[in-house]
């Protein structure tokens, strides 16, 4: 079962996010071989992603970093949204490690 963490992004802004991924003894999992993919969408029946997030592995540290630029915080509307981060095994598995609600905040700066 994934773990639930709501997360905010500032519009306009660069945001980035690192996320450690445990095995069930809550030690750091090897990410050697694993890919990981993750996006925002505005429901779970939306047909198309708002944002898809750059994501980096960590293999030995167990750790997977999502990241927007300012660029595409800025095209997302102020508002609620939802997420998942999925990594796939080499064997073909996927897992959802973590989801949950974004909130976009609106910025002043132009």
Known sequence: MAAI???FI???TDF???VDVTDANGS???LSGYTAASQI???YASSSASAT???SISESSGQVTM???DTQTSGLAAGRYLYD???TSSASVTSRVVEGQVIVTPGVTR
Request: hydrophobic letters at 30%; zero cysteines.
């Open 28 to 30: 750091p999992l090897n």
């Open 85 to 87: 981060l999925n990594i």
């Open 16 to 18: 980035s996010v690192t």
């Open 67 to 69: 990241s927007l630029t």
């Open 41 to 43: 969408r505005k429901s």
């Open 5 to 7: 963490s709501n997360i």
């Open 10 to 12: 500032d519009q306009g």
């Open 53 to 55: 997030f750059t994501t």
